[in-house]
């Protein structure tokens, strides 16, 4: 094909290849690296401490530990996870201190003579 048959000399354009050096553009990415969710470590301990709840001290972190990591799951906009087990500690740990509220009423009140 020849400069007097191309449809942009037809035009008056003259069209010249773009003269980029390599190097000169950022290469593209066509996907965002991939996002690790993690488990909120307070979420964890919240549940093992509520399977502690026979000690008072168990039943007392669970709930501690629980509140704590459901208001950091909350903020962190889901990086992170572990709002069922946060739950479950909680639910745990609750119900160790009404087990141990039970027992010091019930203990004061001579029910075990």
């Known amino acids: 094909m020849t400069a007097s048959s191309s449809p942009a000399s037809s035009s008056g354009a003259s069209f010249t290849q773009a003269s980029f050096t390599e190097g ?21 301990a919240a549940l ?41 500690g909680l639910i745990l740990g609750y119900a160790g201190l009404v087990v141990f509220a039970v027992a010091f009423i019930s203990a004061g009140t001579g029910a075990f003579e």
């Open 48 to 88: 093992v401490s509520g399977l502690l709840f026979i000690t008072m001290i168990g039943a007392v972190l669970a709930v501690i530990f629980g509140h704590i990591s459901l208001s950091q799951i909350k903020r962190s906009r889901g990086w992170q996870r572990g709002n069922g087990m946060a739950v479950a």
């Open 24 to 44: 000169s553009f950022a290469p593209v990415r066509p996907y965002p690296p991939p996002v690790r969710v993690r488990t909120n470590g307070l979420a964890i």
